[in-house]
């Protein structure tokens, strides 16, 4: 069964993005952009892709993806991408986009399916990883620590999950930031 992976940046004080869902906070720190051998083992092993609605609208505008769909592989290649949202958003020409509503654990099946024997990397938000969380799906979070802080902004992590159901399994460094990761005690 694949594995469903939380893997993102933070700034130090815990947020993904600023308060308009932007990441230009990282695309800032040195190394943000990420792409080290690390980071590029873990995406070989990733059969699908899982965001928010967020998530995808701010890349589709950073990336102007509409305009230009030839940039959606150096983001996420060929893999299927599920995008959780409540509303109609637009489509990536020629990207493998699946838009789901609802539960997460009502779309689990399909996502488990497109991944086959790969991992799931739930690329954000925060939100979205919590709903994994609740419903006893998530089995990894990933974390890399920028040297940034932002006064306000879109949490890591906006659920209460304590130290009995994590455990730390590595720690490194990668350029400026801190990578911690931790083994959620699986709830299946």
């Given at each position: 069964?694949?594995?469903?992976?939380?893997?993102?940046?933070?700034?130090?004080?815990g947020f993904?993005?600023?308060?308009?869902?932007?990441?230009?906070?990282?695309?800032?720190?040195?190394?943000?952009?990420g792409?080290?051998?690390?980071?590029?083992?873990?995406?070989?092993?990733i059969?699908?892709?899982?965001?928010?609605?967020?998530?995808?609208e701010?890349?589709?505008?950073?990336?102007?993806?509409?305009?230009?769909?030839?940039?959606?592989?150096?983001?996420?290649?060929?893999?299927?991408?599920?995008?959780?949202?409540?509303r109609?958003?637009?489509?990536?020409?020629?990207?493998?986009?699946?838009?789901?509503?609802?539960?997460?654990?009502?779309?689990?099946?399909?996502?488990?399916?497109?991944?086959?024997?790969?991992d799931?990397?739930?690329?954000?938000?925060?939100?979205?990883?919590?709903?994994?969380?609740?419903?006893?799906?998530?089995?990894?979070?990933?974390?890399?620590?920028?040297?940034?802080?932002?006064?306000?902004?879109?949490?890591?992590?906006?659920r209460r999950?304590?130290?009995?159901?994590?455990?730390?399994?590595?720690?490194?460094?990668?350029?400026?930031?801190?990578?911690l990761?931790?083994?959620?005690?699986?709830?299946?």
């Amino acid at each position: 069964m694949p594995r469903v992976i939380f893997y993102t940046a933070t700034t130090l004080n815990g947020f993904l993005a600023d308060d308009e869902h932007s990441l230009d906070w990282l695309f800032a720190t040195p190394g943000g952009e990420g792409g080290d051998s690390d980071f590029q083992e873990f995406l070989a092993g990733i059969g699908v892709l899982v965001q928010g609605s967020s998530t995808y609208e701010w890349v589709l505008r950073h990336e102007d993806l509409i305009a230009h769909p030839e940039k959606w592989p150096a983001y996420y290649g060929a893999r299927p991408t599920f995008v959780f949202t409540g509303r109609e958003l637009p489509s990536v020409p020629g990207a493998d986009l699946r838009f789901v509503r609802g539960d997460v654990r009502d779309a689990w099946p399909s996502i488990r399916e497109a991944a086959g024997e790969k991992d799931v990397w739930i690329v954000g938000g925060g939100d979205l990883a919590g709903q994994f969380a609740d419903a006893g799906l998530l089995d990894e979070i990933r974390v890399s620590i920028a040297p940034a802080v932002l006064p306000s902004g879109m949490p890591l992590l906006p659920r209460r999950i304590g130290s009995d159901v994590l455990t730390l399994t590595a720690v490194r460094q990668a350029g400026a930031f801190a990578e911690l990761t931790y083994s959620v005690k699986a709830q299946r």
